[in-house]
């Protein structure tokens, strides 16, 4: 079965520098969120889109943003990198309605030197 | 908003020995409840869920779970544990309300399992 697809699955970037997460949801999937592991951490979610609407937010920094696009995948851009933001970035998708599961990809691990 | 706590934070079982993690969670409202794993490396992947209905969850790989709603808990248990469950677990819920609701993750319970 198809799964959620995220890229690139690992990036390294130098303090200040802006980097580009992708997800692509599963097929027919009309719902993202994003969420942030740090290392030896539970995920903390950053934000979700339903239907290419922005639906909840939290704890995402100013610096960094996202939007959903027309065919449901969403990328998540993070400028002014520090050294705090090192961490996995994991999309998960889910078919929306209250009993919705949602799915995980495989994550990005970004390393900020 | 809600809460969930994981009070074991490092497990170390014999295989075959049985497992069980806790998880309570703090809500004022109905909730969806899940365990996750996340095998050493790799992403997380959905163990069991409860959404409603029979308490007594039973999930891939041998696992289950049982919403006991009077102790806002959700533990996890396995009769026998094998090497190949040695992971990190997490309990999570979100409201059963309304669409795109958010995880809220405990801690994580990292399980190792020896031979």
């Known amino acids: 079965a198809a799964g959620v697809i995220q890229s690139p699955r690992h990036l390294i970037k130098e303090k200040r520098e802006t980097a580009t997460l992708k997800c692509y949801p599963i097929?027919?999937?009309?719902?993202v969120y994003w969420y942030q592991q740090g290392p030896g951490q539970d995920p903390q979610f950053l934000i979700s889109?339903?239907?290419?609407?922005?639906?909840d937010k939290g704890s995402i920094p100013d610096r960094f943003s996202a939007q959903q696009f027309s065919d449901y995948h969403s990328e998540l851009n993070m400028s002014s990198l520090e050294l705090g933001d090192s961490a996995l970035y994991f999309c998960?998708?889910?078919?929306?309605?209250?009993?919705?599961?949602?799915?995980f990809g495989p994550g990005t691990r970004l390393t900020v030197t | 908003a809600q809460s969930v706590s994981q009070h074991n934070h490092h497990v170390i079982l014999s295989e075959a020995a049985s497992l069980e993690l806790g998880c309570n969670y703090s809500?004022?409202?109905?909730?969806?409840l899940f365990w996750y794993v996340q095998y050493p490396g790799q992403h997380l992947q959905l163990l069991l869920k409860?959404?409603?209905?029979?308490?007594l969850v039973k999930g891939i790989k041998g696992f289950e779970a049982e919403f006991i709603k009077s102790k806002f808990s959700f533990n996890l248990r396995k009769p026998s544990v094998q090497w190949s469950d040695t992971a990190e677990y997490f309990c999570?819920?979100?409201?059963?309300?309304?669409?795109?609701?958010?995880?809220?993750f405990g801690t994580g319970t990292r399980l190792q399992v020896t031979l």
């Open positions: 998960a998708s889910s078919s929306g309605g209250r009993r919705h599961e949602q799915y």
């Open positions: 097929p027919r999937h009309d719902t």
């Open positions: 889109f339903y239907e290419k609407m922005q639906s």
């Open positions: 809500y004022g409202g109905t909730v969806n």
């Open positions: 409860y959404f409603s209905g029979d308490p």
């Open positions: 999570a819920v979100n409201p059963h309300t309304g669409t795109a609701s958010k995880l809220t």
